[in-house]
């Protein structure tokens, strides 16, 4: 019976799982040590892509007999490179702009940037939500309001008592 494969394993599998769970644990923790902590943040979507791909690999190295422990530690070792490398060429502005996406400006003093919300694929609705979720009780509140690189947005609120400093928003896309 098909089911019986489910529950299906022997010692030898299940040693295998644990001693490959336990080198590509190991390999992470070097490779990231290596690389620096950037390689878990999600600053920009290259960084998510990045943390997706190694939860891919750990997978695939622990759970699968066709991916041997060697050839996801070999995968580990390439993105942490190519994460490596895409950090350093973000330093020169052209490359910065082909990988890294830019923010958005959806929202400045109460008023709705309907553009930057159509480019970034969002719809008032979601504006709402996010102000929801933030407590804010009236637009005219929000000084600013970024669709960030990641996909995270931004709610910076009106504060009487400090002025808002432009350097905040000097990557960001205006309308």
Do not use: C
């Not at 394993?9 to 644990?18: P, V």
């Not at 943040?41 to 998510?48: A, N």
């Not at 990988?99 to 008023?111: A, V």
Request: charged share 20%; glycine share 6%; aromatic share 8%.
């Amino acid at each position: 019976m098909i089911m019986e494969k489910w529950f299906d394993a022997s010692l030898t599998s299940l040693a295998a799982i644990a001693l490959s769970a336990v080198g590509i644990y190991i390999s992470v923790i070097v490779f990231t040590r290596i690389a620096g902590k950037r390689s878990f943040s999600s600053i920009s979507s290259f960084d998510f892509a990045m943390t997706v791909a190694v939860g891919s690999i750990i997978a695939s190295t622990v759970l699968s007999e066709s991916v041997s422990l060697l050839q996801g530690i070999a995968g580990l070792a390439a993105l942490y490179l190519l994460q490596i490398a895409a950090a350093l060429l973000r330093r020169y502005k052209i490359l910065k702009k082909a990988i890294d996406n830019s923010p958005h400006m959806l929202m400045r003093d109460g008023k709705i940037f309907e553009d930057n919300l159509r480019s970034s694929r969002l719809t008032v609705g979601d504006l709402r939500s996010k102000l929801r979720a933030a407590g804010v009780r009236d637009p005219k509140q929000v000084e600013a309001m970024v669709f960030e690189t990641t996909g995270d947005i931004s709610i910076i609120l009106k504060d009487q008592n400090i002025p808002f400093d432009s350097w905040m928003l000097n990557d960001v896309k205006q309308p």
